[in-house]
Structure formats: structure tokens, C-alpha cells
């Protein structure tokens, strides 16, 4: 079984910053420095999207355009945490974000994150 757990969401004002983490936990643990894991959001009515992938060694990282220069993804493979560090939030980025082992079906249940004055 895989577990992958998101935290650190919440309401914010716009122009505020959070940080997302993941903890990963289960039989992607031993795995977990060659894994490419990913963050994604879905705003209500939208499809899900990209928002950041990390390669397993943090070596690559890629940014979605509407979050780049804003947004920083890494991790921390000892730890076996992923984080999104989100900076000069808008309103437009409020959704569900959630963790993913990329390209597969292993999801996080979601952190909330809300932009609003």
C-alpha cells in the first residue's frame, strides 16, 4: 500500500504565501528517491491540473505557466516529504491540491487552499 498525506492548507489572503507538504509512507518508501512526484489542484468546476512535478533526485522540476515564479516545489528524500511552496497567491489559485506519484493512481486525500480577502 501506498499513503501519501497532504497538509498545510488554509485560508489565506491574497498576495499571502503557505506551504504545502506531503509525507509518503508504505511501499514507495523504499522506492521513494526515484519516484517523480507531482502536485496537482482542482477548483470547483474545473478539471484537475498540473501544478508541479520534481523528478526523484530534485533535480528537474516543472512548473505549470499560471503558477511559475510563485510557486516551488522539492523534497526531502530521507524525510520522504514533498513540498509546495506557494508565494503571491491569487485568488485564481484557491482549490483541492493534491499529492501524486506521477503517472500513477496513488493520490493524497487533499489540502484546501483558499485565497480570499
Known amino acids: 500500500q501506498v499513503q501519501l498525506v497532504e497538509s498545510g492548507g488554509g485560508l489565506v489572503q491574497p498576495g499571502g504565501s503557505l506551504r504545502l507538504s506531503c509525507a509518503a509512507s508504505g511501499s514507495i518508501a523504499s522506492i521513494f528517491v526515484i519516484t517523480e512526484m507531482g502536485w496537482y489542484r482542482q477548483a470547483p468546476g474545473k478539471q484537475r491540473e498540473l501544478v508541479a512535478s520534481?523528478?526523484?533526485?530534485?533535480?528537474?522540476?516543472n512548473y505549470a505557466d499560471s503558477v511559475k515564479g510563485r510557486f516551488a516545489i522539492s523534497r526531502d528524500n530521507a524525510k520522504k516529504m514533498v513540498y509546495l511552496q506557494m508565494n503571491s497567491l491569487k485568488p485564481e489559485d484557491t482549490a483541492v491540491y493534491y499529492c501524486n506519484w506521477m503517472y500513477t493512481n496513488y493520490w493524497g486525500q487533499g489540502t484546501q487552499v483558499t485565497v480570499s480577502s
Open positions: 520534481i523528478t526523484g533526485s530534485g533535480s528537474t522540476t
